[in-house]
């Protein structure tokens, strides 16, 4: 079973940047697509950015062209680069595999886009 812990969230202003991290541990970490969540107060959480074991992508269209995914199988991480963040951008993070959830959640890592 893989094991995620999160991190990297902040308070930052709009427009501002902010670089998620994501560590996982067990095994076959290489081979599971993963993906980025979010969870705004009161709204479901939501799947913004997944990256398949050999690197493509997918995202939401309300980050396309402003987040980035990327993964180091070697490390076993997960990141998110985030770019001309929004206050509509404020949740809390969390990365679990994708579609399918097959792990726990971790704790996640909360970003606020202050106006």
């Given amino acids: 079973q893989v094991q995620l812990v999160e991190s990297g969230g902040g308070l930052v ?3 501002g940047s902010l670089r998620l ?4 541990s ?5 081979i599971k697509t993963m993906g980025w969540y979010r969870q705004a107060p009161g709204k479901q959480r939501d799947m ?9 992508t ?3 269209d309300s980050v396309k062209g402003r ?3 990327s993964r180091d199988n070697a490390e076993k991480k997960v990141y998110l680069q985030m770019n001309s963040l929004k206050p509509e951008d ?4 969390y990365c679990n595999t994708w ?3 097959s792990t726990p959640w971790g704790q996640g890592t909360q970003v606020t886009v202050s106006s």
């Fill in 13 to 15: 202003q709009a427009g």
């Fill in 21 to 24: 991290s994501c560590a996982a």
């Fill in 26 to 30: 067990g095994s076959f970490f290489s």
């Fill in 48 to 56: 913004v950015a997944a990256i398949f074991s050999g690197g493509s």
């Fill in 58 to 60: 997918n995202y939401a």
């Fill in 67 to 69: 987040f980035t995914i």
């Fill in 90 to 93: 404020t949740a809390v993070y």
């Fill in 99 to 101: 579609p399918r959830i």
